[in-house]
């Protein structure tokens, strides 16, 4: 498979599904941040996915709307909250979720058009209750009247099932991870491509394996429990190909990486 940083060529279909291969030519991310969750340099690690006519966004991190901006015309047509119709959200740590507040507030009141939000079940259980209610669950009218809300007065929510889940003109499947709280790691596929997120994760060979099947694959790596880098240096040749290291330290310079490094506006085309 012929890779160079910020494109991977496509591969021959793995099924015979040639009628929507046909419609859907490629599958492209983009990214829109790369840090930890400390970071002062760099927005929270998030990315969009896009094929045919479907994009989807990988976790809400604070500031999402400038992040969101600041990607502007990098890679692809500007983006922005208006522009976001599917997210996927991994966990619930907040520089992965810190901003779902904003863009389901941005859709309600300026473009009353609902996001479809997706999740594990084990995600999505504590969603509502341990990050969003506190501040959603009520609004007034310009009268005083009060209204009680729910998720599903912002959002059209979609548990993930096990298996091959379609989403518009993508198909996900996910896996748990090793981690501080429930959290999936990710695989898409569309037109016979495939693509991968760790997510935040202990060091896990088995996950590896699991992501090294994708054309491409994005992998953390930060201190505590998440994935030392020399634990993802030691791995085979070919793998460290597919590998492009997001979610990492402000101290970690990408620069100089033993193992290339994801940068915010960059656009991968498989």
Known sequence: ?????????????????????????SLVVRVVGVGDAFTTRHFNASFLVE?????????????????LGDLGARGGPPIGLADIDHVVITHLHGDHVGGLEQLLFFRRFVTGKRVALHAAPEVLAGL????????????????????????????????????TNSIGDLDLEWRP???????????????????GYSADTAFDPTLIDWLAEADLFFHETNLGVHTPLASLVGLP???????????YPDFHDPEHSPIVCTHEGERFEI
């Open 1 to 25: 498979m012929g890779a160079r940083h910020g494109h991977v060529s496509a591969r021959k279909p793995r099924n015979d599904a040639a009628r929507r291969e046909a419609v859907v030519s």
């Open 51 to 67: 094929a045919g006519a479907t994009r989807i966004l990988v976790d809400a991190p604070p500031a999402l709307g400038r992040a």
């Open 128 to 163: 509502w209750e341990t990050r969003l209610r506190g501040g959603m669950d009520t609004l007034m009218s310009p009268d005083g009247t009060r209204t009680s809300l729910t998720l599903d007065d912002y959002a059209d929510v979609s548990p993930l099932g096990a298996g």
């Open 177 to 195: 991870t090793i981690h501080h709280i429930p959290t999936s790691a990710l695989r898409f596929s569309a037109g016979g491509a495939r693509f």
């Open 237 to 247: 040749e070919d793998v460290k190909r597919r590998m492009r290291l997001i979610h």
